[in-house]
């Protein structure tokens, strides 16, 4: 399995970008996905999170009404829509496949691959 992450770039404040992830394999519908990020000197976090079917989405707080998680499955493709960008959203985002599902969607450990991640960098 293999996830390639895109899309990222550097924005003014207040601008918006669009991540995707495309992932190998035939077995994509199968597994949730989400995005986590890592900003200068801080540990990775949880961005978003969508079920197989993208029917259901969860978000931090921190991004909630900004950001959109989505996914194509006849693409393999999963998608984060980032509008109203802010300087703090600064990061390398990654993109995960949750292999082994519990219950905290936003907990690393139920992600088993990683895409290489993308940086953003929003200017103020």
């Keep these: 399995v293999q996830l390639q992450a895109s899309g990222g770039g550097s924005v003014q404040a207040g601008g918006s970008l669009r991540l995707s992830c495309a992932a190998s394999g ?7 996905v989400g995005w986590f990020r ?8 949880f961005v ?7 029917s259901s ?8 009404g900004r950001f959109t998680i989505s996914r194509d499955n006849t693409k393999n493709t999963v998608y984060l ?11 390398v985002y990654y993109c995960g496949r949750r292999g082994s599902p519990g219950s905290m969607w936003y907990a690393q450990n139920e992600y ?13």
């Design 26 to 32: 035939r077995t994509f519908s199968n597994y949730a």
């Design 112 to 124: 088993d691959y990683w895409g290489q991640g993308t940086l953003v960098t929003v200017s103020s």
């Design 81 to 91: 829509q980032m509008n109203s960008l802010k300087p703090e959203d600064t990061a």
């Design 38 to 45: 890592r900003a200068p000197g801080k540990e990775r976090e």
């Design 57 to 64: 989405a969860f978000y931090a707080d921190s991004v909630k």
């Design 48 to 54: 978003a999170a969508c079920s197989r079917s993208g």
